[in-house]
C-alpha cells in the first residue's frame, strides 16, 4: 500500500528543501517525523506537515480498502522538491538602477509506503 502527499508552491527555496528532505529518504516515518521536529532549517516545519499528511493519507486509504494499518510500519519510499513559479522583485540600488530579487517556490511531495511481506519465501 502506498500513499503521497504534496504541498505546491511553498515559499521556500528548493536546494534549502532539499537538504531537509535529504534527511528523510528512506527512514521511517515515525523516525522521519521526529528527526523533522527537531531540525534546526526552516524548511522543516512545510517538509512535516506534508509527511504527516502522507501518513494520514495512507491511514484513509486502509480504512476505505479496509486493510490493517499500522504507522509504525511506514517507510519514506520517495521525497522530492521541484521547483515552483518564481516571484520576481525589484530592489532599488543607487544612481537609478534596480537588481532584480528572485522569490523562489517549491512543490514537495513525499511517498510512503508499508513493505510487502514475502511469508518467508525466498
Do not use: C, W
Not at 504527516?52 to 517507510?75: C, G, H, M, T, Y
Not at 537588481?99 to 514475502?118: A, D, F, G, L, M
Request: proline share 6%.
Amino acid at each position: 500500500m502506498e500513499a503521497r502527499a504534496q504541498a505546491r508552491g511553498v515559499r521556500v527555496t528548493p536546494m534549502k528543501a532539499r537538504r531537509v528532505v535529504n534527511l528523510i529518504r528512506g527512514k521511517q516515518a515515525t523516525e522521519a517525523l521526529a528527526v523533522l521536529q527537531f531540525a534546526p532549517q526552516s524548511a522543516s516545519e512545510p517538509v512535516y506537515k506534508v509527511l504527516a499528511s502522507a501518513i494520514a493519507n495512507a491511514r484513509q486509504k486502509a480504512e476505505r480498502e479496509s486493510l490493517p494499518f499500522d504507522e509504525r510500519a511506514l517507510v519514506v519510499t520517495t521525497a522530492y522538491v521541484d521547483e515552483g513559479p518564481t516571484m520576481k522583485r525589484f530592489q532599488p540600488r543607487a544612481q537609478g538602477r534596480a537588481y532584480r530579487i528572485n522569490k523562489r517556490t517549491s512543490h514537495i511531495t513525499v511517498h510512503v509506503s508499508q513493505p510487502e511481506t514475502n511469508g518467508g519465501v525466498r
